[in-house]
């Protein structure tokens, strides 16, 4: 079992930045991939970035690529999303995740933290 916690959801102003941070614990050796989702409303959940927990490369849709940072503290066991440049469209729950088997489906899921962009 792992357990997932994100945090830093908040309001921004259209530009503004916010970092969202997710706390693993439990069985955290096990986790394969990171990843950020978000959902917004009347909209389906979608990839937001991941990271591989080993190797560290990373990964961006393309409507966050060049404005949105994803990182790791392996020694904390967290994994942050840096968010800039943000947008209205940016506005939506944000999810993270982890998927313990490569090319799988993600299987552990924090709670999810609202993040509000204003124009």
């Known amino acids: 079992q792992v357990q997932l916690v994100e945090s830093g959801g908040g309001l921004v102003q259209a530009g503004g930045s916010l970092r969202l941070s997710c706390a693993a614990s439990g069985r955290t050796f096990s986790a394969y991939t990171m990843g950020w989702f978000r959902q917004a409303p009347g909209k389906e959940r979608e990839f937001v970035a991941a990271i591989r927990w080993s190797a560290g490369s990373s990964y961006y849709a393309d409507s966050v690529k060049g404005r949105f940072t994803i990182s790791r503290d392996n020694a904390k066991n967290t994994v942050y999303l840096q968010m800039n440049s943000l947008k209205p469209e940016d506005t939506a729950v944000y999810y993270c995740?982890?998927?313990?088997?490569?090319?799988?489906?993600?299987?552990?899921w924090g709670q999810g933290t609202q993040v509000t962009v204003s124009s």
């Open positions: 995740a982890t998927r313990t088997i490569a090319g799988g489906e993600y299987n552990y």
